[in-house]
Structure formats: structure tokens, C-alpha cells
């Protein structure tokens, strides 16, 4: 594996929200999470917690030479920001660069583009993910999927 691609909701990151009214919820609708995002600024993931099972995978990658990439979609102008502290913060010097979209169809696509420009395969990249339709794609097309299930179970997932 020379790429690894990492999601940052559900995979880097368990969520975690805690709303105005002090109530913690995993989530939200998507116009209250237009809204929280406005509200929390750069510190919308900091309630969120890293999964140290993610964050071991990660760190074998990097021994083993593997280039490290987050790779997450995005709905509003201010998740980017809040995203790149969140990881900073509790995955620090493993990324060495941040890829966001509007939408899970795009990051197929954009990591053919990358092995591309990196000169690798699309089976020398790793997506690390917690949505099964992604990863299904992913593997149809030679990429190397990964779900954060394997990795809590300690499976063994990368050939």
C-alpha cells in the first residue's frame, strides 16, 4: 500500500455533538448541522473523540511508507477548518494532506486522480471508511476498502 485515504466522520472521528441546550447527540438533521457548523466554527469536532484502532492503522501505514491523506465530504464552508483541527489535534504529523468533497461519489474518482499523480496503482491505495456503499465502489474499481469494523475487530485487512 503506497496511498491511504481516511474519512474523518465515523472513521477518524466518533461523533459526538453537544447542542446549545447541553444535549449530546450523534448527530444531526442536515439544517441543524448548517447550523451547528455555523455555531461551532473551527471547534465543531472538538466534542467528537478519535478511535485509537483507527489511529494504530494509520500509524502502521506510516512506518511502512504509506502516504497518509484525509478524505471527507463536506456540506458546509465551515467543516474544512474544523476538520483539519479535529485531526490535527488527535492524529498529529500523520496526514500530509486534507481532500474535501460535497459528496461520498466524488472520492472514487478523486483517488484514481491521485494514484495518478502520484504514479500508483488503484490497488496500491487503502480507503479506510464507514460507509459500505463507498467502499463497494471502491472495491469494484481496485482500491483497496477498509472498514473501521475490521479494524476495531483486529482483522486483518490489507493483504
Known amino acids: 500500500v503506497k496511498l491511504a485515504f481516511f474519512d ?23 439544517e441543524g448541522w448548517m447550523e451547528y457548523c455555523a455555531q ?10 478519535p478511535l485509537p484502532f483507527v489511529r494504530e ?4 501505514l506510516k512506518r511502512e511508507d504509506c502516504r497518509l491523506f484525509v478524505l471527507s465530504c463536506i456540506m458546509s464552508e465551515h467543516e474544512p477548518a474544523a ?36 504514479s500508483f496503482s488503484r490497488s496500491a491505495c487503502v480507503l479506510v471508511e464507514d460507509r459500505y456503499e463507498t467502499l463497494l465502489e471502491a472495491y469494484q474499481k481496485g482500491i483497496i476498502p477498509v472498514h473501521i469494523s475490521n479494524l476495531a475487530a483486529g482483522n486483518e485487512v490489507v493483504p
Open 40 to 49: 461551532a466554527g473551527v471547534n465543531g469536532y472538538m466534542d467528537c473523540s
Open 8 to 30: 474523518v466522520d465515523g472513521t477518524l472521528s466518533a461523533p459526538r455533538y453537544i447542542h446549545k441546550d447541553g444535549e449530546i447527540s450523534p448527530g444531526f438533521t442536515p
Open 57 to 60: 492503522f494509520a500509524e502502521k
Open 83 to 118: 476538520k483539519i483541527r479535529f485531526v490535527e489535534t488527535y492524529y498529529p504529523g500523520l496526514f500530509e494532506r486534507y481532500f474535501f468533497v460535497h459528496a461520498d461519489a466524488e472520492k472514487i474518482p478523486l483517488i484514481e486522480k491521485t494514484a495518478e499523480e502520484y
